[in-house]
């Protein structure tokens, strides 16, 4: 699924990365605790997080992760954009739970890590 | 070669900044992205650790041939018992360190499993050592 896709089934907003909205995305880890997000170890992953803060884009960064979705209408800093700018990231803000926001995505096809 | 990165106490905005500049160093020497992933997750993990747990330290990261070596060097309140810390779980993290989606007890086993070698010494009240080794595959 290309992130364009995504941005369309969450009815979100882009705020970084508007330019590479072609990529793809074949899976999903969603989580707040980012020391389980830093033992994934999957190519082309969407990270669903209601955490954020800056070490939601430095845990990105060591994880190799260049495609996030904030949930529950949270709102990333200037400071996130700029580091996620930095690592050619995207970052998508919607204001689904973070279950509705899986469940939408899983049944449009996007497969889970485990 | 060799880099040395200062660590502060608490300061959970600079969190990071070491790991990034080194995977950015492993980037530029071509070594393997599996290989980057596992040594910027170790040196993550334990640069956190820092931030979180000590009164500060540093991180040393030597690059070899054949391996990458990493001291990370803490002055704080050491490690009681180092084989409850490696426990997946057990945490004395604060609510503030939890806040930043650590503190679950999954930073040394997280370590641990990413690198070839970890070796651990703590003495309480004064601080912990961590050496870090990850195995450079011979080129070509």
Known sequence: MKLSDVVSILNAEVICGQTRLEREVHAVFASDLMSDVLTIDSEKLLLVTGLVNIQTIRTSEMSDIKNIVLVRNKKASPEMIELAEENRMVIIQCSYSMFRACGLLFRHGVEPVY | MRFEYNIEAGNFSKAGDASSS???????????????????????????????????????????????????????????????????????????????????????????????????????????????????????
């Open chain 2, 22 to 140: 080194f995977k950015k160093i492993l980037k530029q020497l071509n070594v393997d992205p599996q290989i980057i992933k596992r040594i910027v997750v170790s040196l993550y993990e334990g640069e956190v650790n820092i931030v979180a747990h000590a009164n500060g330290g540093k991180a040393i990261c030597e690059v070899d041939t054949n391996l990458v070596r990493i001291h990370l060097v803490d002055v704080g309140p050491g490690i009681p018992d180092i084989n409850k810390a490696m426990q997946a779980g057990y945490s004395t993290a604060s609510a503030r360190v939890r806040e930043m989606g650590f503190g679950a007890g999954m930073g040394l086993q997280n370590i641990k499993n990413n690198a070839d070698i970890l070796n651990i010494q703590s003495e309480v009240g004064v601080g912990t050592e961590l050496e870090i080794i990850v195995n450079l595959p011979k080129a070509g």
